[in-house]
């Protein structure tokens, strides 16, 4: 048995025998895609043939030159597989049959051929076995691209360990098949962190060495909560961990039970506890957990695992989708957040020093026009479905909220003209999540109809702390006395000018930190789904003005920790604690 440290990502308590992903290529994990994404694939696929014959070209002449012609003769063979007409005829024809990403199709034609080879009681045959082999691995690696992360197509529940997982690799894993995650790098709002949580799948990263202590199927104990995993448990430990498995099963179980009961103190203080989502399908998690409709749509997700832009139908399809089926509660739907550790494959996005410093969001967004008005007619023409509310992300001050608004109404014109309705009283919102835009918050309220801060960036950037680097893990402080003061001024500004102010980064789900912003006076806690009827309970459990209080002096300490202390300290004797 042994206990590796890392940094609790998405709470839960998860047991079960470890997959190691991404050292292999055999291991690629199906999706569906769409038949107007057919071409978009078999392009890809030609794309990667004729990289991979390069590469062998090359490779080819460098081994002749060192070693002589007859050494790389190994790599006509090569050649005469990837020019398999018969081979490549085949994927083309099972991608047209079955619409599984071609990655996919391929390793699985391959597969195939290595299986038909190897019955053959024929030497040379055999010997084209490695052959295969060798060109299939490096014909997956050209179609995934460097960044490649795969998952095997397991029968049986497992627990995913890689080195680092992207948002897109997390958000396109099998979440009835994954009982946790593992990773080396990466830290508590990481992207795929957020992801895990959304997923609902218990989660630790930054264990710097897990993928070199951990063998496939070894067992494996993920404490989600604390941070820790458990190596080849021995059976008392097992025992305590399936106990505590439990425990947690009931108090979830219970706090499911009265979700439907109002986010209200004891003293009738009404705050709105809401949900993140990051894609359509998470909708029956946020109903099923009683929240009072979304206060974040990372709508970047819908973007993902494709080959192609969604087109302005397509997002209007899904917008009122989720504007209906949450109705008639509110959803707030966040504009594209791409950038920073968010990227997709078939964007050409140069690659950045410092991509959280750089053309991210609202910055990406604004250079591309065409790309941000498909989606702000998207949303437009969503609006008169639900009650839909828009925001952007990353604004830093009020020149950027201007452009981004200038582009808004040039779409809503282009939609009167065509007679298209819209809802014409859409609230348009401002993510407070730059310092700049908390020190001008004053400003920005006078030309927003609400706020919400985004703590997982306004930490990263306030404090100087990469948030997805668990090396300075240690200094992402949410209970900063800087960062403290920046909420407290942004929910001043926001009321000042007459507008509700609410919080959608990890924090708002903190229920160490509940009733400090409660204090402050946040109009609007979103969180990720599963967190909702906790975070519910804490606002029953207390007053408004007990509330204050705690604000007040948790104001006037020096530390996070002297804060964390002492906010903690009010929830430790009740059950929130557990989870
Ligand atoms: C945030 O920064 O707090 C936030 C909610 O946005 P994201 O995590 O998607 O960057
Ligand atoms: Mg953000």
């Given at each position: 048995?042994?206990?590796?440290?890392?940094?609790?990502?998405?709470?839960?308590?998860?047991?079960?025998?470890?997959?190691?992903?991404?050292?292999?290529?055999?291991?690629?994990?199906?999706?569906?895609?769409?038949?107007?994404?057919?071409?978009?694939?078999?392009?890809?696929?030609?794309?990667?043939?004729?990289?991979?014959?390069?590469?062998?070209?090359?490779?080819?002449?460098?081994?002749?030159?060192?070693?002589?012609?007859?050494?790389?003769?190994?790599?006509?063979?090569?050649?005469?597989?990837?020019?398999?007409?018969?081979?490549?005829?085949?994927?083309?024809?099972?991608?047209?049959?079955?619409?599984?990403?071609?990655?996919?199709?391929?390793?699985?034609?391959?597969?195939?051929?290595?299986?038909?080879?190897?019955?053959?009681?024929?030497?040379?045959?055999?010997?084209?076995?490695?052959?295969?082999?060798?060109?299939?691995?490096?014909?997956?690696?050209?179609?995934?691209?460097?960044?490649?992360?795969?998952?095997?197509?397991?029968?049986?529940?497992?627990?995913?360990?890689?080195?680092?997982?992207?948002?897109?690799?997390?958000?396109?894993?099998?979440?009835?098949?994954?009982?946790?995650?593992?990773?080396?790098?990466?830290?508590?709002?990481?992207?795929?962190?957020?992801?895990?949580?959304s997923?609902?799948?218990?989660?630790?990263?930054?264990?710097?060495?897990?993928?070199?202590?951990?063998?496939?199927?070894?067992?494996?104990?993920?404490?989600?909560?604390?941070?820790?995993?458990?190596?080849?448990?021995?059976?008392?430990?097992?025992?305590?961990?399936?106990?505590?498995?439990?425990?947690?099963?009931?108090?979830?179980?219970?706090?499911?039970?009265?979700?439907?009961?109002?986010?209200?103190?004891?003293?009738?203080?009404?705050?709105r506890v809401m949900a993140n989502i990051e894609l359509p399908e998470d909708i029956p998690s946020v109903v099923?957990h009683g929240a009072e409709g979304i206060g974040l749509y990372r709508t970047e997700y819908f973007?993902?695992?494709?080959?192609?832009?969604?087109?302005?139908?397509?997002q209007f399809e899904a917008y009122k989708f989720v504007a209906q089926a949450i109705s008639p509660h509110p959803i707030v739907i966040r504009t594209l957040d791409?950038?920073?550790?968010?990227?997709?494959?078939?964007?050409?996005?140069?690659?950045?020093?410092?991509?959280?410093?750089?053309?991210?969001?609202?910055?990406?967004?604004?250079?591309?026009?065409?790309?941000?008005?498909?989606q702000l007619?998207a949303i437009l023409r969503a609006s008169k479905f639900g009650k839909l509310k828009l925001m952007y992300p990353?604004?830093?001050?009020?020149?950027?909220?201007?452009?981004?608004?200038?582009?808004?109404?040039?779409?809503?014109?282009?939609?009167?003209?065509?007679?298209?309705?819209f809802d014409?009283e859409l609230e348009v919102g401002?993510m407070?999540?730059?310092?700049?835009?908390?020190?001008?918050?004053?400003?920005?309220?006078?030309?927003?109809d609400f706020?919400s801060?985004?703590?997982?960036?306004?930490?990263?950037?306030?404090?100087?702390?990469?948030?997805?680097?668990?090396?300075?893990?240690?200094?992402?402080?949410?209970?900063?006395?800087?960062?403290?003061?920046?909420?407290?001024?942004?929910?001043?500004?926001?009321?000042?000018?007459?507008?509700w102010?609410g919080?959608c980064?990890?924090?708002?789900?903190?229920?160490?930190?509940?009733?400090?912003?409660?204090?402050?006076?946040?109009?609007e806690f979103s969180m990720p789904p599963?967190?909702v009827?906790?975070?519910?309970?804490?606002?029953?459990?207390?007053?408004?003005?007990?509330?204050?209080?705690?604000?007040?002096?948790?104001?006037?300490?020096?530390?996070?920790?002297?804060?964390?202390?002492?906010?903690?300290?009010?929830?430790?004797?009740?059950?929130?604690?557990?989870?």
């Amino acid at each position: 048995m042994e206990k590796l440290k890392g940094i609790p990502a998405a709470p839960g308590i998860s047991i079960g025998s470890a997959h190691l992903v991404g050292k292999e290529e055999f291991n690629v994990a199906p999706y569906k895609i769409r038949l107007q994404d057919v071409p978009v694939q078999i392009q890809l696929f030609e794309d990667a043939l004729i990289k991979t014959r390069k590469e062998i070209v090359e490779l080819q002449k460098k081994i002749s030159k060192d070693l002589g012609r007859d050494e790389a003769e190994i790599f006509d063979a090569h050649l005469l597989v990837l020019e398999d007409r018969i081979l490549i005829e085949e994927v083309i024809l099972q991608l047209k049959k079955e619409h599984f990403n071609v990655a996919y199709i391929f390793q699985e034609v391959i597969k195939k051929y290595i299986r038909v080879f190897s019955r053959i009681e024929d030497e040379y045959l055999k010997e084209r076995i490695s052959d295969i082999n060798d060109v299939g691995r490096r014909v997956i690696r050209n179609l995934l691209g460097e960044k490649g992360i795969s998952v095997q197509n397991k029968k049986e529940q497992f627990i995913v360990v890689a080195h680092d997982l992207s948002p897109s690799d997390t958000a396109a894993m099998h979440k009835n098949k994954i009982l946790g995650f593992i990773t080396d790098i990466g830290s508590k709002t990481s992207h795929t962190a957020i992801m895990a949580k959304s997923l609902e799948i218990p989660s630790v990263v930054g264990l710097e060495i897990a993928t070199s202590k951990i063998k496939n199927d070894d067992q494996l104990i993920i404490d989600g909560f604390s941070g820790l995993v458990i190596l080849n448990p021995d059976k008392d430990t097992l025992k305590i961990y399936k106990k505590k498995e439990e425990q947690v099963k009931k108090i979830t179980k219970k706090f499911i039970s009265l979700k439907s009961l109002p986010a209200k103190t004891t003293d009738d203080k009404r705050v709105r506890v809401m949900a993140n989502i990051e894609l359509p399908e998470d909708i029956p998690s946020v109903v099923q957990h009683g929240a009072e409709g979304i206060g974040l749509y990372r709508t970047e997700y819908f973007y993902m695992n494709r080959t192609t832009l969604p087109t302005e139908n397509e997002q209007f399809e899904a917008y009122k989708f989720v504007a209906q089926a949450i109705s008639p509660h509110p959803i707030v739907i966040r504009t594209l957040d791409l950038g920073g550790d968010k990227f997709l494959s078939h964007l050409e996005v140069p690659r950045e020093m410092s991509p959280f410093l750089g053309w991210r969001a609202i910055r990406f967004c604004l250079a591309q026009p065409d790309m941000f008005k498909a989606q702000l007619r998207a949303i437009l023409r969503a609006s008169k479905f639900g009650k839909l509310k828009l925001m952007y992300p990353m604004i830093s001050g009020v020149d950027e909220l201007r452009q981004a608004n200038k582009m808004l109404s040039e779409c809503k014109a282009e939609l009167r003209k065509k007679h298209v309705d819209f809802d014409e009283e859409l609230e348009v919102g401002v993510m407070i999540e730059v310092p700049s835009a908390a020190m001008t918050a004053d400003l920005l309220a006078k030309e927003a109809d609400f706020f919400s801060i985004g703590t997982n960036d306004l930490i990263q950037y306030s404090l100087a702390v990469d948030r997805t680097n668990e090396k300075v893990a240690y200094l992402y402080e949410p209970a900063h006395p800087a960062v403290l003061r920046m909420i407290k001024k942004v929910i001043d500004d926001g009321h000042n000018a007459g507008i509700w102010v609410g919080m959608c980064g990890e924090m708002a789900g903190d229920p160490c930190f509940s009733l400090l912003l409660l204090g402050l006076g946040l109009d609007e806690f979103s969180m990720p789904p599963a967190v909702v009827p906790q975070i519910k309970q804490v606002v029953r459990t207390f007053s408004f003005a007990d509330a204050q209080n705690i604000a007040i002096g948790a104001m006037k300490l020096s530390t996070a920790k002297e804060v964390e202390e002492f906010t903690k300290k009010f929830i430790e004797k009740t059950e929130f604690q557990i989870l």
